[in-house]
């Protein structure tokens, strides 16, 4: 079918999608994916199956390393047609205590050119309550495709709230402290912050538990500022090192600046921020080790891209900008590159 296959997507179906606005896009898109049936006939055209991608995220096994990230089905709302599509495991959310409107349209823009997106959403939410609903009707695809829940919220009481709540819904939290469009985080990228946040919620956690980090500049490429920015995501990670945090996931949107925007600026993401997440992943594992494990979240497109992160020192790799871009089958496609760029560079498995 056309809308599987990533080349005619790219050439026939995206063109109409690209049509509409981005989030009316979205909308048809979640329209499609509320059709279950569809999508359980389409999953064995989707997935890729074989040992060689087999690994294991912080105890979690995983059929393969290619995860959805955050940000797609915000309000865990069509969960079991995402686990049709071949990925390791689904990320939901990011879920807030409290319904959220997000911030004004227009608040995504694509730059088609670059495969890229800007969003400045600011967590639109429909809630926790609405979330753990959503999750507790899903439990049955946990058995296939592990679910990650991400939460997020600008007091350490909302993010308390949402991971109690929906710890023992999923299989692992993902905190995300770093989202550019919501200024209340920033006080969790501080490290007295994220020390406090982080040594709440350990009290009684009982499952994973992910941070994801906000980007860095390249110290080479901006001397004046760089240093500066990577020394504060590092001291980040050493907390999240003492705290027993069980992944990084590395990492968010980068920053910046368009006055389409309502808001005036956003987040960027897609194919010009994955030579940035290499070098991310690269200087972390150096200082890490395997004291954590590393997800990858950030313009991975191919599976030649997923084998550079990997071998850089990620454990999985996170995908939404190109699941926009590349349609419903990008799964297979990375993990069928994979495993052909496996065959060439010979490494015979993943774990």
Known sequence: ML?????????LVRPLLFKL???????????????DYLWKFLSPLLKVESPRLET??????????????????????????LSSMGFGYITCGTVTAMPRPGNPKPRVLRYVEDEALVNALGFPSKGLANAADELARVQEVRANTPIVASVSGVTEEDILKCHRRLEPLVDAIEINISSPNTAGLRIFQETDGLDS???????GRQRPLFIKLPPYLSPADHPST???????????????VRHEVSAVTVSNTWPVRDSRLAVGSGGLSGRVVFPDTLRMVTDLKAVIGD?????????????????????????????LT??????????????????????????VVLS
Not at 197 to 203: A, D, S
Not at 230 to 237: A, I, Q, T, W
Not at 291 to 307: E, P, Q, R, T, Y
């Open 21 to 35: 606005s981005p989030e009316t896009a979205q909308g048809a898109a979640e329209f499609l994916l509320h059709q």
């Open 226 to 240: 760089g240093d500066e920015e990577r020394d504060r995501v590092l001291g980040l990670v050493e907390v999240c």
């Open 291 to 319: 004291a954590m494990a590393i997800n990858a979240c950030g313009g991975v497109f191919s599976g030649l891209d997923a084998f550079e992160v990997l071998r850089a020192g990620a454990t999985t790799v996170q995908v």
């Open 56 to 81: 294991t995220l912080a105890g979690i096994r995983l059929k393969n390393p290619i995860g959805l990230a955050a940000g797609y089905d915000k309000d865990c709302k069509v969960i079991p047609s």
């Open 322 to 347: 190109g699941l926009i871009y590349r349609g419903p089958g990008i799964a297979r496609s990375i993990n069928e590159q994979l495993l052909a760029t496996m065959d060439e560079e010979r490494v």
């Open 3 to 11: 809308i599987i296959n990533p080349a005619t997507y790219k050439t």
């Open 197 to 203: 946040l982080l040594t709440k919620v350990n009290v």
